[in-house]
Antibody, heavy 119, light 108 residues
Framework: QVQLQESGPGLVKPSETLSLTCSVTGGSSSDYYWSWIRQPPGKGLEWIGCIYYSGTTNYNASLRSRVTISEDKSKNQLSLTLRSVTAADTAVYYC?????????????WGQGTTVTVSS | EIVLTQSPGTLSLSPGERATLSCRASQSVSISYLSWYQQKPGQAPRLLIYGASARATGIPDRFSGSGSETDFTLTINRLEPEDFAVYYC?????????FGQGTKVEIK
């Protein structure tokens, strides 16, 4: 059974770069789409972007200029990089797996990692 | 870009009652790609419904989804204590995903 685990620094300074990793266990990261989603404190879910097994990526238009999603197939890991962060980027960040079986509904989620942007 | 608007923002109900949650799309969408999620405090979202009306693995049959084009509904029959949570609708299209802002179902 596929499991996802996010990791990264809990605190990032304004204007710096946020880097997170999502480790995929129990399956291959090469088989599916993979997505990053975030949730600011007390607010709703925001889709950040995705990467397909072919390496193709797509991003939320509001974040496209600052975000990069990549995959390290040798480590079965996904990465999220968000540049020039501000306090508005403070959120719980999730990686999730959209599944063709569920018509691209996201059936597997990591537990999330909290990132605070503060000096 | 499709915008999903959920209503009401908060639904106050008692255990045993029926909850009806609405998700309206800014333009007609394929029912195949409309999903619903449940999120409890401190937890990741859980997929409940996909394809507008199909229950995901292990989801009790008191949860049901319906709708088409721009109007979709999540119904929870006979609310159980564990059903009090926030619910999100989501749409997939052209390699991107959009979430509604959520409906909180709280105990009255």
């Amino acid at each position: 059974q596929v499991q996802l685990q996010e990791s990264g620094p809990g605190l990032v300074k304004p204007s710096e770069t946020l880097s997170l990793t999502c480790s995929v266990t129990g399956g291959s990261s090469s088989d599916y789409y993979w997505s990053w989603i975030r949730q600011p404190p007390g607010k709703g879910l925001e889709w950040i972007g995705c990467i397909y097994y072919s390496g193709t990526t797509n991003y939320n238009a509001s974040l496209r200029s600052r975000v990069t999603i990549s995959e390290d197939k040798s480590k079965n890991q996904l990465s999220l990089t968000l540049r020039s962060v501000t306090a508005a980027d403070t959120a719980v960040y999730y990686c999730a797996r959209p599944s063709l079986r569920f018509f691209y509904g996201m059936d597997v989620w990591g537990q999330g990692t909290t990132v605070t942007v503060s000096s | 870009e499709i915008v999903l608007t959920q209503s009401p923002g908060t639904l106050s109900l008692s255990p045993g009652e029926r909850a009806t949650l609405s998700c309206r799309a800014s333009q007609s969408v394929s029912i195949s790609y409309l999903s619903w999620y449940q999120q409890k405090p401190g937890q990741a979202p859980r997929l409940l419904i996909y394809g507008a009306s199909a229950r995901a693995t292990g989801i009790p049959d008191r949860f049901s989804g319906s709708g088409s084009e721009t109007d979709f509904t999540l119904t929870i029959n006979r609310l159980e204590p564990e059903d009090f949570a926030v619910y999100y609708c989501q749409h997939y299209g052209r390699s991107s995903w959009t979430f509604g802002q959520g409906t909180k179902v709280e105990i009255k």
